[in-house]
DNA sequence: GTTGAAATAAGTCCATG
DNA sequence: CATGGACTTATTTCAAC
């Protein structure tokens, strides 16, 4: 796929969606001084282009009667993808995270009870390749 | 605040906007077959009771021609709120975490040049009571 | 929950650079 | 030939009931 060039408005459409991903494509026309279609047209560019990956929503999972965890990995490095296809996806997973640093891949895992964290562990523990498993990194967004 | 009490179609509408925030009221109205009147109310409550805190895009930082790092930072416990205050805040910031266990904060940060975040490591420097600083853990969201 | 008016989004076509 | 604007139609939002 070529590259797409970005530019000042769509950095400033970005902007807009990061804040508030729900704003109307007119209000953002408005604020950015070009027409409906145009925003929307480079909306869809963008979505298509995949700089746009998706809309989300931030909950507040304490509200909820969730706790959040990272669970870092410390694996086998040339059986990461493997990995990450064998890691138990289910609507409690929040994100899954490749990184380069204490540990290789990051979970982010909700869960209503320690029972609940301590079966999805076990059920990575199963996972060939693993060699180190840091659950339980409760964690609150602040800012 | 009372705790608002959350039923399982409140959880059907924050499922739908988990999956994609930009879906329409009348969409999720359709799929869940209540009328649009009410699907509206119950967000907008849920957004009044803090559940909802706010509608994002994911976006792939990468192709933007960012790095992202999460930088966790080692601090006095009892100074941790003060801290927060006092990190430097700006776009490139994408979160900010209280954590329990490897670290006691983590930041979100997005840069394009080693220059920038090294700049950036500097200020954070500047704060008292940061005992360590574990920067560069680059990540890449692959669920 | 229904309804109707106003606002917004989507689709098409055309002009411009 | 990609982009924005203008126009038309379809859909959605929002508030009164």
Redesign the pocket.
């Known amino acids: 796929m070529k590259k797409q060039k970005i530019d000042d ?1 769509d950095i400033k459409i970005l902007k807009l969606l990061e804040k508030n991903s729900r704003i ?4 953002i026309s408005r604020r950015i001084g ?5 925003i ?3 909306i869809n ?1 963008l979505k298509k282009n995949n700089i746009i990956k998706g809309f989300c929503v931030i909950l507040d999972y304490s509200i909820l009667g969730y706790n959040v965890s990272w669970i870092g990995l410390n694996v086998e490095k040339n059986k990461i993808i493997n990995i990450i296809d064998e890691i138990p996806k289910d609507d409690n997973i929040k994100g899954i995270y490749l990184t380069y640093g204490d540990h290789d891949i990051i979970i982010e895992y909700i869960y209503r009870d320690k029972k609940e964290l301590e079966n999805y562990i076990k059920e990575i523990k199963k996972i060939e390749d693993i060699k180190e498993i840091w659950p339980a990194i409760n964690i609150e967004k602040v800012y």
Chains 1, 2 share one sequence.
């Open positions: 408005i109307s494509n007119m209000e070009l027409s409906e279609g145009a929307r047209k480079r560019k």
